[in-house]
């Protein structure tokens, strides 16, 4: 075991990822820890892998392109570090904000960079991120500040229990972030400025943002369902019996068999719910176990 695994996942980025290898290594000398840096490049067609192995990391390459989240999981079933880092190999992250990282990682079990406003980005991925964190924020029942953020620190215990949840795409830092706080585990967050990429964005608005939207939804109901299932069965429930007494009191109808199977769907979906609860509490024990 050593100290701190940087884990760097690179798709076409033979520009940038030599300077970012050797920032890296950079800071992390000047901490005097044991480290080691990982790039797994996620089957580039240009000269990523070479240029990441010339600056010292230690290089992974994938065959062909399994995505940005399949490159993590990579790096993090690899790494010897206790504490993993990982940023993004497109020059986004700076490498001088790790130390402040690791400084909360004697206290808390996951540290994220948490970008600020006066971050480099597009204003529509401002507003997506900002719809996301509320949206986890309800279903984590805590603030999120930043859930996109590929920017953190984590103990390799804890990354490598939920390993096997992270999706193979950009939406990785939704699920382990959720995963985790749902684990109960400990999580702070570290205002950083986010730097313009370099290059072209490997992100697309309406693919990647509808398939975000849909990991929030899936980690909420594999680690808290009754944060989805419960309002769902309430509005259903709500308009089943302000129908029927409409029709009552304004049509002067009967109650109708709409409002009827509103409040009977209600009903099932609160069920669904709770039983979901319970198969999301006996997973949650044996992930404790490590079954």
């Known amino acids: 075991m050593i100290d701190i695994s ?3 996942p690179a798709y076409h980025e033979e520009k940038v990822i030599g300077p970012i ?18 790039v797994v490049d996620d089957g580039s067609g240009d000269e990523t892998a070479a240029a990441a192995k010339k600056a010292g990391a230690d290089v992974i390459s994938h065959p062909y392109n399994m995505g940005n989240g399949a490159a993590v999981k990579t790096g993090i079933r690899r790494a010897r570090g206790a504490i993993l880092v990982t940023l993004d190999g497109d020059g986004q992250h700076s490498p001088e904000d790790i130390p402040r990282l690791l400084e909360k990682m004697d206290r808390y079990d996951m540290a994220v960079g948490a970008r600020t406003g006066d971050s480099e980005s597009d204003i529509h991925r ?13 279903i984590c029942n805590r603030k999120i500040q930043d859930l996109t953020s590929g920017f953190r620190a984590i103990k390799a215990d804890i990354a490598r229990r939920f390993v096997s949840l992270l999706p193979n795409t950009f939406s990785y830092p939704t699920t382990i972030t959720l995963a985790a706080i749902r684990g109960g585990y400990s999580l702070t967050y570290v205002p950083v400025k986010a730097n313009r990429r370099v290059g072209k964005s490997k ?3 309406l693919r990647d943002g509808s398939r975000f939207f849909l990991i929030i939804v899936k980690i909420a109901t594999l680690f808290s369902p009754m944060r989805v299932f419960l309002p769902v069965s309430a509005v259903m429930f709500l308009l089943g019996v302000g ?17 009827a199977m509103l ?8 069920m669904v719910g709770l039983v979901s609860e319970q198969v999301a509490q006996l997973h949650y024990n044996r992930s404790e176990r490590g079954d």
Request: charged share 15%.
């Open 243 to 259: 129908y029927g007494l409409f029709r009552i009191l304004f049509l002067g109808g009967r109650y109708g068999p709409t409002s």
């Open 6 to 8: 940087v884990i760097i």
């Open 203 to 205: 992100i697309k608005l």
């Open 126 to 138: 401002n507003m997506a991120n900002r719809i996301y964190n509320l949206f986890a924020s309800y």
């Open 263 to 270: 409040i009977t769907m209600s009903v099932v979906v609160f």
């Open 21 to 38: 290898v050797e920032n890296v290594r950079r800071v992390i000398d000047l901490t005097g820890k044991s480290y080691e840096v990982i």
